[in-house]
């Protein structure tokens, strides 16, 4: 599934476990406005970025403007909506722009046109800025998708999506889509505004440059998330939390945390990374309440299903790895690692015939995959993107 809204599960913390707490409202213990936690002076640097404008965003180049003008604005189906649209799809299939190469970077309008690639918030980006160009009342949509996990690198990825929505009055409304897969047309779908798909952008763009290191830019990023697009965006707070534990800044990190908890009460990055931050403090009873709000979420990850294989492997507990391996492979069926350790586990059980099929479907998924290494190491915290 490509999706925009994505949320990084570190492994390290995944393998975490407690009891459930009832009770437990620590809502307002941080004690910090929004105004103290975007201020990060301990995030100034000298380095000096250049940060994307609301209006760069969309922007069409002129050879965009050129493109539509042909293509679409000059069809003799120009004067109705619904030829509009159909023209524009058209002309993109036959540019080739619409087979998108895929990967998680996030563009501009601009940038994924001239590029061919970038991911659902690229395109989503691109198609919109010119689907408004040819008179089209298109608008931003979140998703509602089945929960869909991947991996990035050494995190565990949660992705939400975000597609267009073209209102042609009498004629209905369209949503288009770059990635059709598991999307539900209409399935507690959600138009939201500009600002808010700036907060999806800009975050995006915090996190792929925590992933450089760049952490003056990552905080810039952020913090337009919430200036100028939504304050109201959780990611973006959890991300903004996940820097100030990397220079340990509890008090300013739990703040950040409760911050897109008020926001989003279901926040899997913020619920896992308050776990986490009261475990190392020794707050018992808020890690043990927040620890049952996460595992609620842990059991619907095929990753997490696998680790707990893996520790069932460890202490020689094959019956229970299995039935494990056995959920996680139903609910991501593309993972080579799932079928390997199902192999191992079924020659220590001495079943030799289904270790070498889960072996064959495991070179059979490599093979497909082409991924030259899928060994993931342990990190220390969480962070949510989108896309």
Known sequence: MRGISITIIALLLALQLAGCAGGVRPLQSAGM????????????????????????ILALTPEMITFLDAKVRGSVRGMDKYGKLVDLINALKGSGTLALNYNYMTFTAAETFEQGRGNCMSFTNMFLSMARYVGLN?????????????????????????????????QGIIEV???????????????????????HYYNNKGAESMEREETVRAFQYLRRALEEGDPEFSPAWGNLGTMYLRVDMQGHAEAAFLRALEAEPTDLVALSNLQRLYVTQGRDE????????????????PYYLYQLARAAYLEEDFETAVKYLNKAIAKKDDESEFYLLLSETYTQLGDTRKASLNLKRARKVDAETRRPDSTPAPTEDFKAVTG
Request: charged share 30%.
């Open 33 to 56: 406005t929004d105004e103290e936690l975007l201020q990060g002076e301990v995030f100034a640097g000298d380095e000096v970025y250049r940060i994307e404008s609301p209006g760069e």
């Open 286 to 301: 808020l890690a043990e309440h927040y620890a049952a709000k996460v595992e609620r979420h842990r059991l619907k990850n």
């Open 177 to 199: 889509d770059f990635d059709n897969e598991n999307v539900r047309p209409g399935a507690g779908n959600i138009l939201i505004s500009d600002r808010r798909a700036l907060a």
């Open 138 to 170: 298109a608008s931003f949509q979140e998703v509602k998708v089945p929960p869909d996990w991947t991996r990035r690198g050494d995190s565990f990825v949660l992705s939400r999506h975000i597609n267009v929505s073209v209102d042609l009055g009498w």
